[in-house]
């Protein structure tokens, strides 16, 4: 029972792979007739919607994209069907310049069938049909992973279709895509009635031939046989030329279609040669104007460089002359020592005066002497502390050195802001405004 259960599932298997092998050889031949119809109509009228060899054409290559499609697996575990739209949209999406997201944004296609249609129209139109299936075929992951094993897409006769397409770019095919063609619901049905035509060979023709002679002779037994002859001859004569009219039209046929074929595929090399001979020379051009924009900003940073360098060196030299020249004007300003110990000793003696109120007969030195000294050291004391003496009258002063200490040293002058803020001395502006001591 075992082996006959066996038996039984391999015959099967054969069964179904024999099934699916003559399906697709059906599929494609069909297809194959239906391209050769096509073209064949497109030398005599424009190609739309309302052409039956379209529709056909139509069905045949969804009946091609949607065998042995997978399903789509639900969460509970349950398949729901799948239309082929979503295996082109998922293959063919880095195509350049694609259709995909203009048809997924149309407004009166909702179903995934008639995304499917409407891409099939779009890209007859744009002459892209099998450049898109050409590059979905590459694509052998993404194809694994939406066909079952036997589907044609996965055939070594799927490369056949994508050639056989070709010749469909030389229609210019005018479709409106707000058409009843593209309602999802509409099932796609295919009419094999236009390629069922009957064709005798050479040898069924002469067994006719032979039988209609035999009938001839044996006919009526009125007829003579001069007439019987002829008859039999001029019928020979008919389907000789019948016969051979019709392959002669039957091989131009073919000839022309590979011409068409054959040419379609020239132009379309000619113009990827073309297109990548452009590219090269685009590319080629644009590095020749990035090395010469390089060879120009490196100059350019060059000089720039060399500048900055240039002004550097010029704000250090002067930076420098600055400094020397700072340090000597502020060496010049700073009063001597001797200068220093002379105006301390005139200063003292002025604030002595004003203390006592008035000039004592003896002096350690004259007013004359003491101008003399403050007219020598003018120039090293500022404008509020220097005293006009001229002229004055010659009086003595009583020795300040038992009040005042040393009036030499450098230290009496530098105590005369203390000597400010006692109450009985006076300021030295203010000594020297007053009428006092103004040279007579």
Same mark, same amino acid.
């Given at each position: 029972?075992?082996?006959?259960?066996?038996?039984? $599932?391999?015959?099967r298997?054969?069964?179904a792979?024999r099934?699916?092998?003559?399906?697709?050889?059906?599929?494609?031949?069909?297809?194959?007739?239906?391209?050769?119809?096509?073209?064949?109509?497109?030398?005599?009228e424009t190609?739309?919607?309302? /052409?039956?060899e379209?529709?056909?054409?139509?069905?045949?290559?969804?009946?091609i994209?949607?065998h042995?499609? +997978?399903?789509?697996t639900?969460?509970?575990?349950?398949?729901s069907?799948?239309?082929?739209?979503?295996?082109i949209k998922?293959?063919?999406?880095k195509?350049?310049?694609?259709?995909?997201? /203009?048809?997924e944004?149309?407004?009166?296609?909702?179903?995934?069938?008639?995304?499917?249609?409407?891409?099939i129209?779009?890209?007859?139109?744009?002459?892209?049909?099998?450049?898109?299936?050409?590059?979905?075929l590459?694509?052998?992951?993404?194809?694994?992973?939406?066909?079952?094993?036997?589907?044609?897409?996965?055939a070594?006769?799927?490369?056949?279709l994508?050639?056989?397409?070709?010749?469909?770019?030389?229609?210019?095919?005018?479709?409106?895509?707000?058409?009843?063609?593209?309602?999802?619901?509409?099932?796609?049905?295919?009419?094999?009635?236009?390629?069922?035509?009957?064709?005798?060979?050479?040898?069924?023709?002469?067994?006719?031939?032979?039988?209609?002679?035999?009938?001839?002779?044996?006919?009526?037994?009125?007829?003579?046989p001069?007439?019987?002859?002829?008859?039999?001859?001029i019928?020979?004569?008919?389907?000789?030329?019948?016969?051979?009219?019709?392959?002669f039209?039957?091989?131009?046929?073919?000839?022309?279609?590979q011409?068409?074929?054959?040419?379609?595929?020239?132009?379309?090399?000619?113009?990827?040669?073309?297109?990548?001979?452009? $590219?090269?020379k685009?590319?080629?051009? /644009?590095?020749?104007d990035?090395?010469l924009?390089?060879?120009?900003?490196?100059?350019?940073?060059?000089?720039?460089?060399?500048?900055?360098q240039?002004?550097?060196?010029?704000l250090?030299?002067?930076?420098?002359?600055?400094?020397q020249?700072?340090?000597? $004007?502020?060496?010049?300003?700073?009063?001597?020592?001797d200068?220093?110990?002379?105006?301390?000793?005139?200063?003292?003696?002025?604030?002595?005066? +004003?203390?006592t109120?008035?000039?004592?007969?003896?002096?350690?030195?004259s007013?004359?002497?003491?101008?003399?000294?403050?007219?020598?050291?003018?120039?090293?004391?500022?404008?509020?502390h220097?005293l006009?003496?001229?002229?004055?009258?010659?009086?003595?002063?009583?020795?300040?050195?038992?009040l005042?200490?040393?009036?030499?040293?450098?230290?009496?002058?530098?105590?005369?802001?203390?000597?400010?803020?006692?109450?009985?001395?006076?300021?030295?502006?203010?000594e020297?405004?007053?009428?006092?001591?103004?040279?007579?």
């Amino acid at each position: 029972m075992a082996s006959l259960g066996v038996g039984l $599932h391999l015959i099967r298997r054969r069964g179904a792979g024999r099934g699916s092998a003559v399906e697709r050889r059906n599929l494609l031949t069909v297809c194959r007739f239906s391209v050769k119809t096509l073209l064949d109509r497109s030398c005599f009228e424009t190609i739309d919607d309302s /052409s039956p060899e379209f529709l056909n054409f139509v069905s045949i290559l969804e009946h091609i994209l949607s065998h042995r499609l +997978k399903g789509q697996t639900t969460w509970f575990g349950y398949e729901s069907p799948r239309s082929f739209w979503d295996y082109i949209k998922a293959a063919c999406s880095k195509v350049p310049h694609n259709c995909i997201r /203009s048809i997924e944004s149309m407004e009166n296609v909702r179903s995934s069938r008639a995304k499917g249609r409407a891409w099939i129209r779009v890209v007859l139109m744009e002459k892209r049909l099998s450049e898109y299936i050409s590059f979905a075929l590459r694509d052998f992951r993404t194809t694994r992973r939406f066909y079952e094993e036997g589907a044609i897409i996965l055939a070594e006769e799927a490369g056949l279709l994508a050639d056989t397409l070709i010749g469909l770019n030389t229609i210019d095919f005018s479709f409106c895509l707000k058409g009843e063609g593209l309602d999802g619901s509409c099932p796609a049905v295919i009419d094999y009635t236009p390629y069922l035509k009957f064709t005798q060979n050479a040898d069924s023709i002469s067994s006719d031939e032979e039988e209609m002679r035999t009938l001839g002779s044996s006919g009526s037994e009125s007829s003579t046989p001069d007439k019987t002859a002829t008859a039999a001859s001029i019928f020979t004569e008919q389907s000789n030329l019948v016969s051979k009219c019709k392959r002669f039209e039957q091989k131009y046929r073919m000839a022309l279609e590979q011409k068409g074929y054959l040419e379609e595929l020239v132009r379309l090399r000619e113009a990827q040669l073309s297109d990548a001979v452009s $590219h090269n020379k685009a590319l080629q051009q /644009s590095l020749a104007d990035t090395h010469l924009s390089h060879t120009l900003e490196k100059e350019q940073l060059e000089f720039i460089i060399l500048e900055l360098q240039d002004q550097l060196t010029v704000l250090k030299n002067n930076d420098l002359r600055s400094r020397q020249e700072l340090t000597a $004007h502020l060496t010049n300003q700073w009063p001597s020592p001797d200068a220093l110990d002379t105006n301390a000793v005139a200063l003292d003696t002025l604030l002595y005066r +004003k203390r006592t109120g008035q000039w004592e007969d003896k002096s350690f030195q004259s007013l004359e002497q003491l101008s003399a000294d403050m007219s020598l050291s003018q120039t090293s004391l500022e404008p509020s502390h220097t005293l006009s003496l001229e002229a004055r009258p010659a009086e003595e002063t009583p020795s300040l050195r038992g009040l005042c200490g040393s009036l030499t040293s450098v230290t009496s002058y530098k105590s005369l802001a203390s000597l400010k803020s006692n109450e009985c001395l006076a300021s030295p502006a203010t000594e020297l405004s007053s009428p006092g001591l103004t040279p007579s």
